[in-house]
């Protein structure tokens, strides 16, 4: 994950509350990718950009979530209100540059647990 | 939308066998990637695969994009410990860069 760092790796917050996963990513890329992993659904993905413009957003679950790109160096994935049904590992992810748009590195990962 | 097949789900060996997963595709792909995931990390990726029919090896794994395009395998020859974890393939089809992923496979190697 040396290519993606994201914060905070676990959190755990209460239903209702609003929850900020934070992406920065270290190394050259075009595309970031925000994925969330959970048991029954496997990987799936919220959302990309490209050059720092949300291209895709049609994975994102519902108007709670959000995400922005204000740079080349942050994103951020916001949920607001939360709901236990929320709880998964949400991964940010990105391509282009060096290695190529079809490869993707994924930062480690922010566990969350809604109760 | 796409959908990926991947199989099996899990799978426990002893170290030193051979170990195939594949991934059959609803639709066709353009790109068929392999990654792995240990406890608590984020996927890394194995191989990638850019033709129908190309293979590709990565040490000791090996990877095949399928004829048709709507499928992919990977073995793992002489399983060792360090080979555990959960594999995913990931396709892409189209011209966009939206990868869809496998549920993945569990392999537990036991020394």
């Known amino acids: 994950d040396a290519g993606v760092i994201q914060s905070p790796r676990h959190e755990v917050t209460e239903m209702g509350q609003e929850v900020t996963l934070r992406c920065k990513p270290i190394?050259?890329?075009?595309?970031l990718f925000w994925y969330r992993q959970t048991m029954m659904r496997g990987l799936e993905l919220l959302i990309y950009?490209?050059?720092?413009?949300?291209?895709?957003d049609s994975g994102m679950p519902e108007d709670r979530f959000s995400a922005k790109m204000p740079n080349a160096s942050f994103s951020t994935l916001k949920i607001q209100p939360s709901e236990p049904r929320d709880s998964a590992v949400y991964f940010c992810?990105?391509?282009?540059?060096?290695?190529?748009?079809?490869?993707?590195?994924f930062g480690a990962g922010s566990r969350l647990t809604v109760l | 939308g796409q959908q990926l097949n991947q199989s099996p789900q899990s799978m426990f060996i002893q170290e030193g066998e051979d170990v195939s997963m594949n991934c059959t595709s609803s639709?066709?792909?353009?790109?068929w990637l392999w990654y792995k995931q240990d406890p608590g990390e984020g996927p890394v990726l194995l191989i990638a695969?850019?033709?129908?029919?190309e293979l590709t090896s990565n040490g000791r794994l090996t990877a095949q994009f399928g004829i048709t395009r709507k499928d992919s395998f990977l073995n793992i020859s002489a399983s060792i410990p360090s080979d555990v974890g959960i594999y995913f393939c990931?396709?892409?089809?189209?011209?966009?860069?939206?990868?869809?992923f496998g549920k993945g496979t569990l392999l537990t190697v036991n020394p």
């Open positions: 992810a990105i391509a282009g540059g060096y290695s190529g748009a079809n490869v993707l590195t």
């Open positions: 190394s050259g890329h075009d595309y």
């Open positions: 950009f490209n050059n720092n413009v949300p291209i895709d």
């Open positions: 639709s066709i792909f353009n790109t």
């Open positions: 695969l850019y033709k129908a029919g």
């Open positions: 990931a396709g892409r089809g189209g011209s966009n860069y939206k990868l869809t």
